[in-house]
Structure formats: C-alpha cells, structure tokens
C-alpha cells in the first residue's frame, strides 16, 4: 500500500510498516501544502493513505471526496518513542484484513 507520512510524524516512522511504500512530505517536495491540496497531490500520485498526528482533518476535510484514507495517531507527543507502540495497531488497519478504505478515518490510540 502506498502511503505517506504527514509532515507532523518522524520520518523514521517508516521502518515500522514493513511491506509498504512509504513516502514523507518533505521527500515528495509538498511540504508546506496545506492539508487540502495535500490530499488532492496524494490523489494524483497514487498514495492511499495519509498517516498523520492531525486530529483535526477529520473535521477540516472531505475525506470522502478526497479519495484517500487517513489513520491518525494520537498520543502524547510527536515523538518516535510515543508513536511506535501504536504501530501494530496502525499495521492491523492497514493489512490484507484491514478494511480501511478511501474516505476513511481510523484512530489509533494507546
């Protein structure tokens, strides 16, 4: 599945979604974009989901217009030791069993 990390997530994140094409922001040159047009540069490149700290999108945003889903990590921090024990709950919703489809929102919390 292809995947991008928000600007908001390490990017070292990526080592936990083995099996994935993972991208940051800042490495496809759209950092700075606001989350609308991020959505809509997703779209046209092919990533599915957004994975992200931003509670708030689901509420700023037509996901289902966007054609993308997005799974937001909420923690304490941004930080790489509070988001990786959400990871296997994240890998879970993103797997062959997982039904996350574009539109969606999944929340995953400690």
């Known amino acids: 599945m292809r995947i991008l990390l928000d600007e908001?997530?390490?990017?070292r994140l990526r080592r936990e979604l083995p099996g994935?094409?993972?991208?940051?922001?800042p490495e496809m040159g759209w950092?700075?974009?606001?989350n609308g047009e991020?959505?809509?540069l997703m779209t046209g490149d092919g990533f599915a989901v957004l994975l992200?700290?931003?509670?708030?999108?689901?509420?700023?945003?037509?996901?289902?217009?966007?054609?993308?889903?997005?799974?937001v990590l909420v923690s304490p921090s941004n930080r790489l030791p509070d988001l990786v024990p959400l990871m296997p709950?994240?890998?879970?919703?993103?797997?062959?069993l997982g039904s996350i489809k574009p539109g969606d929102v999944v929340e995953i919390t400690a």
């Open 38 to 40: 991020l959505l809509q």
């Open 89 to 96: 709950a994240a890998l879970a919703s993103l797997g062959s």
């Open 8 to 11: 908001c997530v390490p990017r």
């Open 52 to 71: 992200t700290v931003d509670q708030s999108m689901r509420h700023q945003q037509n996901l289902q217009a966007a054609g993308v889903a997005v799974v």
């Open 20 to 25: 994935h094409d993972v991208h940051t922001v």
């Open 31 to 34: 950092s700075g974009k606001k």
